[in-house]
């Protein structure tokens, strides 16, 4: 028995212990309840910042945007009392709910939403994951102060839905700089505490328009998947909502104590390959790579079979999907032909770099196990979440596995300076095609050329659209069972019998 296993046994078994000992602390008070997350917010500001994590804890709680993408997938008004769009669809019209307030007490205006979505489109916007979407608004124009018209200058019939993601939160401009550490939104939360690398906690605003039956809210970071049953088991956690111990699934669902839910994401994983950097630079380098990995080995063993194998970057929940798994099949004998033909002389020695979630640090093994088969000796690295973020996504990677959770997300291969540096006219037109057309047969056969092109260009190895698995105490209510964008409606939340 290795070290590491006697350690997560005798971590189990103080958590059983201490279940048995008495009380779950965490269920103490019934407006009170403490989740665990994966990763730690590198800042609490979603327009400045990519990670998901910042969406887990200030979306929806604290910060809030016009609109609102619920459990399903479905859009609904959010800051927004309803809206419109002209036929043309290049513009919306959104009425405003009026009495709304900041939590430092000032009101909500459509000049609010002007200084957000301009400060969004600005040269210097830190605002990169969604910039796309803003640049694409020509005007926005207050015409009261509950109406904000925004002008187009191509029609996009996805806005609703963007403007319900964390990157299009509403800030105010007094405030806005002071959002990192201490954002300042229209949601039933504020920030109450921020333990660096240990937790985060909110509590209800007794003048918000929501009143939520949970006054307090903890999310303690716990990235170690024996660690997250540990936590559970022993009543530290509440519940855990984007469970990733998918081993100790069955133990949870066979335990009285626990409700499990299963849902669907938006997730792409991939093992991301840097483009810029030999011998990556070479497609027939890239289709080596695709071809070595085995997708649905990697889901079983890894995912222990809790995923979807993709084939592009584009999620089978997401609109327009294409199945293209059978593009490169595995075939390590036909990975060791590329590389021949690509002059690429073995063994190829690269780095592959993962961050802490456990589909990284698991799947880097399982994926570096597959890559020597065809003669890539990929040697790992394991990084914090802050170091990734400061390492491979500004570009300075080999390779890395990483879980892309936004939906839709393919304008980012548009984005030449983005991490993966692929740059390509072809695709460049295929986007600029699809957002002149109001069609929505067009649209969708756009979206099909767009995960061709990219299948085709082999920018990344595709592995898995992973499933949602959220485990809670039996009688906690309202934790999200899907992911359509990552986010924690705490608003929703109650404890019932």
């Known amino acids: 028995m290795t070290l590491h296993r006697r350690a997560t046994l005798a971590l189990l078994a103080a958590a059983a212990l201490a279940v048995a000992a008495g009380p779950a602390q965490a269920q103490s008070r019934k407006d009170s309840v403490v989740l665990g997350m994966v990763l730690e917010p590198p800042s609490l500001d979603p327009t400045s910042a990519a990670a998901a994590a910042i969406g887990e804890v200030v979306h929806y709680n604290i910060l809030e945007g016009l609109t609102k993408v619920n459990v399903d997938g479905s859009v609904t008004p959010l800051l927004a009392q309803d809206w419109s769009e002209t036929p043309d669809g290049t513009t919306y019209t959104f009425r405003l709910r009026k009495g709304i307030t900041f939590s430092d007490g000032s009101p909500f205006t459509a000049d609010d939403v002007k200084f957000s979505f301009e400060r969004a489109k600005a040269a210097d916007s830190k605002n990169k994951a969604k910039k796309a979407v803003f640049d694409n608004i020509a005007r926005i124009t207050v015409t009261a102060p509950d109406v904000v018209i925004l002008t187009l200058d191509r029609a996009d019939p996805t806005l609703p839905f963007r403007l319900g993601e964390n990157t299009a939160v509403i800030l105010q401009a007094k405030t806005a700089e002071q959002a990192a550490s201490n ?119 890894v995912l222990e079979g809790l995923g979807k194998p993709i084939g592009s970057h584009f999620a089978p929940t997401d609109t327009g999907y294409l199945d293209l798994t059978k593009v490169y099949p595995y075939d390590p004998e036909k990975a060791k032909a590329l590389l021949k033909e690509a002059g690429v002389a073995t063994p190829l020695n690269v780095t592959l770099t993962l961050p802490p979630p456990p589909y990284a640090r698991k799947g880097g093994e399982v994926v570096a196990a597959m890559l020597a088969k065809v003669g890539i000796v990929a040697k790992i690295e394991n990084v914090e979440w802050a170091q990734w973020l400061s390492g491979p996504f500004k570009g300075n990677f080999d390779l890395t596995i990483i879980n892309h959770v936004e939906p839709l997300d393919y304008l980012q291969y548009s984005n030449k300076d983005y991490y993966w540096g692929y740059s390509s006219k072809t695709f460049d037109d295929i986007v600029k095609a699809h957002a002149g057309t109001t069609s929505a047969s067009e649209r969708t056969r756009y979206w099909h050329q767009m995960q061709r092109q990219l299948t085709t260009d082999a920018v990344n190895a595709w592995i898995f659209n992973p499933g949602q698995v959220a485990v809670a105490k039996k009688g906690l209510q309202g934790l999200w069972a899907s992911s359509p964008i990552f986010a924690n409606d705490m608003a929703a939340v109650r404890w019932g019998q």
């Open 183 to 301: 954002p300042i939104g229209t949601g039933p939360y504020v920030l109450s505490d921020w333990k660096k690398g240990s937790a985060l906690t909110l509590t209800a605003r007794p003048d918000a328009r929501v009143k939520p039956t949970i006054k307090r809210v903890s999310f303690r970071i716990i990235n170690d998947p024996a660690a997250q049953v540990a936590a559970l088991l022993a009543g530290d956690i509440d519940g855990m909502p984007r469970f990733a111990a998918f081993q100790s699934l069955k133990q949870f669902q066979a335990d009285k104590r626990f409700t499990v839910t299963q849902g669907t994401t938006a997730g792409k994983g991939q093992l991301t390959i840097n483009n810029k950097k030999k011998p990556f630079d070479d497609v027939r380098v890239r289709r080596a790579v695709m071809h070595a990995i085995d997708r649905q080995a990697f889901i079983d063993g």
